[in-house]
């Protein structure tokens, strides 16, 4: 069973930056893709970037691209998203999910393609 536990949240002003975590447990990290998420208040969780297997991939969501990045360090079990410039509108819980699919999924930056999730990370940017 994969377990993911994010880490890295908290609050910060407009402007500010954070760097999210997550680590995967067990001996089959390589052979996922991995995404963040995020939901905000009454709203649905949303895509916000994902990284292919072996890093050499990866993919945005329009409101987040330029500001955030993300990274894997496939040697520590751990994915990461470095989150800049942020912005009140980025406050949410940040979630990190595990996809089995294959990264050419036309799915694979939606919820359902993604068998595993952590328990969520909140950020809340002030203004």
């Known amino acids: 069973q994969v377990q993911l536990v994010e880490s890295g949240g908290g609050l910060v002003q407009a402007g500010g930056s954070l760097l999210l975590s997550c680590a995967h447990s067990g001996r089959t990290f390589i052979t996922y893709v991995m995404g963040w998420f995020r939901q905000a208040p009454g709203k649905e969780r949303e895509f916000v970037a994902l990284?292919?297997?072996?890093?050499?991939?990866?993919y945005y969501a329009d409101s987040v691209k330029g500001r955030f990045t993300i990274s894997r360090d496939n040697a520590k079990n751990t994915v990461y998203l470095r989150m800049n410039s942020l912005a009140p509108w980025d406050t949410a819980v940040y979630y990190c999910a595990a996809s089995a699919r294959q990264i050419w999924d036309m799915a694979i930056a939606t919820t359902p393609a993604y068998e595993y999730w952590g328990q969520g990370t909140q950020v809340t940017v002030s203004s």
């Open positions: 990284i292919s297997r072996n890093g050499g991939y990866t």
